[in-house]
Nanobody, 112 residues
Framework: QVQLVESGGGLVQPGGSLRLSCAASRFTFSLYVMNWYRQAPGKEREYVAS????????HYTDSVKGRFTISRDNAKNTLYLQMNNLKADDTAVYYC?????WGQGTQVTVSS
């Protein structure tokens, strides 16, 4: 069974940084475009960023451009999201996604 396990969330002050990880297993990670999504309380899940299978191409939603960086290590079957200059509006559960597969999410809370 495919597994996507996110980690690295937590409580951080505005302006701070966090690095999320998503450990993938039981599928050929290196063949998949990988995505990060997030869902804030009372809101629908929204797209955050994606990265091509090789890692050579990335895309971001406008609200995180210049602050977040998506990356991957295909040798380690791991997806990352480096989040800098965090804002209160970034508070959400963050999910990694590959095709129809989803992780369980990791909570990010930005608050002073």
């Amino acid at each position: 069974q495919v597994q996507l396990v996110e980690s690295g969330g937590g409580l951080v002050q505005p302006g701070g940084s966090l690095r999320l990880s998503c450990a993938a297993s039981r599928f050929t990670f290196s063949l998949y475009v990988m995505n990060w999504y997030r869902q804030a309380p009372g809101k629908e899940r929204e797209y955050v960023a994606s990265i091509s299978s090789s890692g050579g191409s990335t895309h971001y939603t406008d609200s995180v451009k210049g602050r977040f960086t998506i990356s991957r290590d295909n040798a380690k079957n791991t997806l990352y999201l480096q989040m800098n200059n965090l804002k209160a509006d970034d508070t959400a559960v963050y999910y990694c996604n590959a095709g129809t597969y989803w992780g369980q999410g990791t909570q990010v809370t930005v608050s002073s």
